[in-house]
């Protein structure tokens, strides 16, 4: 589910269509938004989205490509960091807002829940080992 939210919104973005998944998530615009994008998660958030759906698919069950895994989900996170870093350093570019889809950054706590999600994942894999096995 996560990894098709992220991609009908790319597709929503690349093609100019409204295809209203996003009326699944947010039922009223915010104020200021345009009608157009209200609800849509940003395009930043789009990619973050389809990179951790892929991880989870990949990584569901017994793993067969671990690293791959782990690669989709950092580079999910690289998406947010560089986010926060813009929010921190008040450089919108950073954070996705720019001239050809002003309103579609990746939103400050998105990203802070991103970054906390693969924290919380990491410091569960250091208490428990790679294999499942409790650190002694």
Same mark, same amino acid.
């Given at each position: 589910m996560v990894t098709f939210i992220g991609v /009908?919104? *790319?597709i929503e973005y !690349?093609?100019? /269509?409204d295809l209203? /998944? %996003?009326? !699944?998530l947010v039922l009223r615009p915010a104020v200021g938004?345009?009608?157009s994008l209200y609800g849509r998660p940003g395009f930043p958030t789009a990619w973050a989205l /389809? !990179?951790?759906g892929l991880a989870l698919? *990949?990584? %569901?069950g017994r793993p067969a490509l671990p690293e791959l895994a782990q690669g989709l989900i950092v580079l999910a996170v690289m998406i947010a960091l560089l986010a926060l870093t813009g929010f921190a350093n008040g450089v919108p570019s950073f954070y996705g807002r720019v001239t050809f889809w002003p309103h579609t950054g990746m939103a400050l706590h998105t990203a802070i829940l991103l970054?906390?999600?693969r924290c919380q994942r990491d410091c569960r894999t250091a208490t428990s080992g790679l294999d499942g096995d409790t650190l002694q």
């Open positions: /009908v919104t *790319l !690349l093609v100019g /269509v209203h /998944v %996003d009326r !699944l938004e345009p009608p /389809v !990179l951790i698919g *990949l990584m %569901d970054t906390f999600a």
